[in-house]
T-cell receptor, first 114, second 115 residues
Framework: DVKVTQSSRYLVKRTGEKVFLECVQD?????MFWYRQDPGLGLRLIYF???????EKGDIPEGYSVSREKKERFSLILESASTNQTSMYLC?????????????FGEGSWLTVV | AQTVTQSQPEMSVQEAETVTLSCTYD???????LFWYKQPPSRQMILVIR??????QNATENRFSVNFQKAAKSFSLKISDSQLGDAAMYFC????????????FGSGTQLTVLP
């Protein structure tokens, strides 16, 4: 089974802290994504990556950056966390072969910024 | 840019009954994919069903089926013989067949199944 693992399920951070959210997939997928989920807004794409060291901005990249140094790992970075970044963050991955390939999701990381 | 609209924030259905969740989308593309994802309280996103835009036949997966109306840009999900385990948030999603392969999601419909 494909597994997308988000190492931290629940985090509480202080305003201004630097926050790292880590995501690892075990299926050699080329594509990886970070989404943010908020009530009434669905999932919104923050950043995505099609290959190692590649990144593309999604719909809401402001206040975030990403890193993809290895194919299996895609990190989301909040340089200076703010309270409006309190949310659930979902990582996902998919293979490059065909646009209809299934996208697999991790279990989510709940981030609270106080 | 593509948009996906789910106009029903909440729905409820009696166990064993049938319920239909609505979804409309906006795109200028002719080739794309549509999905319904289920998110139970565990928050794990689970793919329920997928539809290729070039296929006229509506997709079905056991008790789940879709009504895909390409001209109307409508993609509804029908759940037959509803079960308690179907209670979840349901998201409609769009995927372009082009180079940008990220999913665009609707805002979700919270489905309650009443015993």
């Amino acid at each position: 089974d494909v597994k997308v693992t988000q190492s931290s399920r629940y985090l509480v951070k202080r305003t201004g802290e630097k926050v790292f959210l880590e995501c690892v997939q075990d299926m050699d997928h080329e594509n990886m994504f970070w989404y943010r989920q908020d009530p009434g807004l669905g999932l919104r794409l923050i950043y995505f990556s099609y290959d190692v060291k590649m990144k593309e901005k999604g719909d809401i990249p402001e206040g975030y950056s990403v890193s993809r140094e290895k194919k299996e790992r895609f990190s989301l970075i909040l340089e200076s966390a703010s309270t409006n970044q309190t949310s659930m963050y979902l990582c996902a991955s998919s293979s490059q072969g065909g646009a209809g390939n299934t996208i697999y999701f991790g279990e989510g990381s709940w981030l609270t910024v106080v | 840019a593509q948009t996906v609209t789910q106009s029903q924030p909440e729905m409820s259905v009696q166990e064993a009954e049938t319920v239909t969740l609505s979804c409309t989308y906006d795109t200028s593309e002719s080739d794309y994919y549509l999905f319904w994802y289920k998110q139970p309280p565990s928050r794990q996103m689970i793919l329920v069903i997928r539809q290729e835009a070039y296929k006229q036949q509506n997709a079905t997966e056991n008790r789940f089926s879709v009504n895909f109306q390409k001209a109307a840009k409508s993609f509804s999900l029908k759940i037959s013989d509803s079960q308690l385990g179907d209670a979840a948030m349901y998201f409609c999603a769009y995927l372009n067949s082009g180079s940008a392969r990220q999913l665009t999601f609707g805002s979700g419909t919270q489905l309650t199944v009443l015993p």
